[in-house]
């Protein structure tokens, strides 16, 4: 009886994951696709509301989840540090914008940082990444990638003083992959860095991988695209088109897991950095909205975020969660199976058990932070404090158009005392020597 009894203990324990972490990686570790659309507002995709259409987003919100309340820093370059290292600004330092490919002298550290690619390279996975990196000079640094985890890659350098082609990311873009750079005479960059990760992904279909796909679309200069070349449209007016080309690609990405009979072992995420050039308008939930970025408005920060993976992820919901972009490295690696850093504080929480449908067993977050420059604010699940002091109340209010601050309101006052307690409680932060300011790439 004894030994029955040692056999079904045992038995048990093999067929139940391990609880290392706040939650437990599936049983079969997914392949990931991760796509960064570039300055790209909700008001855009029709499955948040936009009056464009964007049919191969919305079926894959259609099939996963698409949070509302996920926020990036409104700006390219501390977005994707953060995103990157699961750290804060005031961790990192890159609190504003900073172009290495054409300023020089600092970069995004892999002696200093750790990317999330790393820890899934180290956790087994293939890594690869396609289209706009901008946190590190290619010319000086070539084996950068390579150091930041991904054992391949096919990437727009980035506008390079004194290297005129490197300006170009869409018609006869400026290419280095696995450091051989040339100009791609004749392609459109969008096609080469999707057929790139394609081909990765073809490669490595028996997984597990990781495809990081950093769009080019939709980023300035505004541009035709391969399905609009004889329009008459011009500037702001080619942004549509860019969309549509954005929204295509994802189709595209999509049915090439499909192809390749791995959508169902593939975790697909398209999220974007920040919101739409200002200037750039578009209806959307029955107004009419400019773009945010720059802004510590939600049309800023607040970002579109789609997760789908069939049979895991469930279908056709909508995530009220809060998240911001500290918080995919942690949850890549508990996926993963893997370790965060433990040379670094990590300021990310793993939102895994809410992308797979699983109770939180305590609240994960209750608020989020973002940082531009000198500019703050924290949110909880309902009211956003400015560092000013302005307060708003984002379920009644999203668009921010009513200040709480001098109000009676007893919740919001509440909210405002405990988030201003989060202000004071955060560190004052670290510096890097940027010699330049807010930029607008």
Request: hydrophobic share 35%; aromatic share 10%.
């Amino acid at each position: 009886m004894a030994r029955l009894v040692s056999c079904l203990v045992l038995m048990i324990a093999l067929a139940v994951p391990a609880l290392g972490g706040p939650a437990s990686a599936p049983a079969r570790r997914p392949n990931i696709l991760f796509i960064l659309a570039d300055d790209l507002g909700k008001e855009w995709l029709s499955c948040y509301g936009s009056e464009h259409k964007t049919p191969n987003v919305d079926r894959l919100a259609a099939g996963g989840i698409r949070f509302e309340n996920t926020w990036a820093t409104p700006l390219c370059t501390p977005t994707r540090v953060l995103f990157l290292t699961g750290r804060y600004p005031f961790h990192t330092g890159w609190t504003i914008h900073y172009d290495s490919p054409r300023w020089g002298k600092v970069y995004f550290d892999w002696e200093r940082e750790t990317a999330f690619p790393r820890v899934l390279k180290e956790a087994g996975y293939a890594t690869a990444m396609a289209g706009k990196w901008q946190i590190n000079d290619l010319r000086a640094q070539s084996d950068a990638l390579n150091r930041h985890g991904f054992d391949e890659y096919c990437a727009w350098v980035g506008f390079e003083t004194g290297n005129p082609p490197s300006a170009e990311r869409y018609f006869n873009p400026f290419v280095q992959e696995n450091g051989v750079r040339d100009t791609r005479v004749g392609r459109f960059g969008p096609d080469v860095f999707r057929n790139y990760l394609i081909d990765f992904m073809k490669r490595h279909k028996d997984g597990p991988f990781l495809a990081y796909y950093a769009m080019v679309l939709t980023h300035t200069p505004f541009t035709k695209t391969p399905h609009n070349l004889d329009t008459t449209a011009t500037g702001r007016d080619l942004f549509p088109g860019m969309v549509d080309y954005c929204d295509y690609e994802v189709g595209c990405l999509v049915q090439a897991l499909e192809d390749l009979k791995i959508r169902d072992r593939t975790l697909v995420i398209f999220a974007a950095d920040n919101g739409t050039v200002s200037g750039v308008k578009c209806r959307a939930r029955g107004r009419l909205v400019n773009g945010g970025k720059l802004t510590m408005t939600e049309r800023g920060i607040c970002v579109p975020f789609v997760a789908s993976w069939p049979g895991h992820v469930p279908a056709g919901k909508v995530g009220t969660e809060l998240i911001d972009f500290s918080d995919f490295l942690p949850t890549l690696a508990d996926l993963a199976g893997a370790q965060p850093p433990a040379n670094v504080e990590i300021d990310g929480k793993s939102f895994l058990n809410t992308l797979l449908g699983r109770p939180e067993p305590q609240p994960r977050r209750d608020w989020i932070y973002c940082r531009l420059g000198p500019n703050r604010a924290l949110r909880d699940e309902r009211f956003k404090l400015h560092q000013d002091g302005r307060l708003y109340d984002l379920q009644a209010d999203p668009w921010e158009e009513h200040d709480l601050a001098g109000s009676g309101n007893p919740d919001a006052q509440r909210s405002r005392d405990k988030l201003s307690n989060v202000f004071r409680s955060l560190p004052k932060g670290t510096s890097l020597p940027f010699d330049r300011g807010i930029a607008t790439e």
